[in-house]
């Protein structure tokens, strides 16, 4: 019966004479890892100034329900209550909904702005690692060549 040829060898040193920068991948973890961190981090605040914006909103809604209910003497009172109600409540609702406005353009710019500085930090890290592959595998070719002369 043939043996079967192992290749595990020969694999090994043709990866061998392809360094792998470690440090390399590492920095591009971390930097991951800080994006996604800084990222949070806006999500975060979003989160807190919307639940701010929601539980003011229902403070202020809760407050004019009680003068709603209140007894009253004529009952034209009640209409008119209903009334201040319903107006106040629409003011309310248009301030409520641009404050929501400005935290989601807020988180919008600043997402932007991450991004942007994210893109241009892993360009630079992407050519200064080509170059550096580049520099190696120029070394490792060489050393090859020689060696089989």
């Known amino acids: 019966m043939a043996k079967a040829q192992d290749y595990t060898k020969y694999f090994a040193d043709m990866m061998g004479a392809f360094p792998v920068d470690q440090k390399a991948f590492e920095n591009a973890f ?49 209409t008119k209550a209903v009334t201040d109600f319903a107006s106040a409540a629409a003011e309310t609702n248009v301030e409520k909904i641009a404050a929501f406005a400005e935290i989601a353009k ?25 170059k550096k592959a580049t520099a190696e595998a120029t070394t490792a070719v060489k050393k090859a060549a020689a060696a089989a002369k």
């Open 106 to 130: 807020k988180v919008q710019m600043e997402t932007v702005e991450l991004m942007l500085a994210a893109g241009k930090d892993l360009s630079e890290d992407a050519t200064a690692a080509v």
């Open 30 to 78: 971390r930097s991951q890892a800080a994006l996604a961190e800084k990222l949070m981090n806006v999500a975060l605040e979003a989160a807190e100034k919307s639940t701010e914006v929601s539980s003011a909103w229902t403070k202020e809604t809760l407050a004019k329900v009680a003068d709603v209910v209140k007894v009253k003497e004529d009952p034209a009172d009640y």
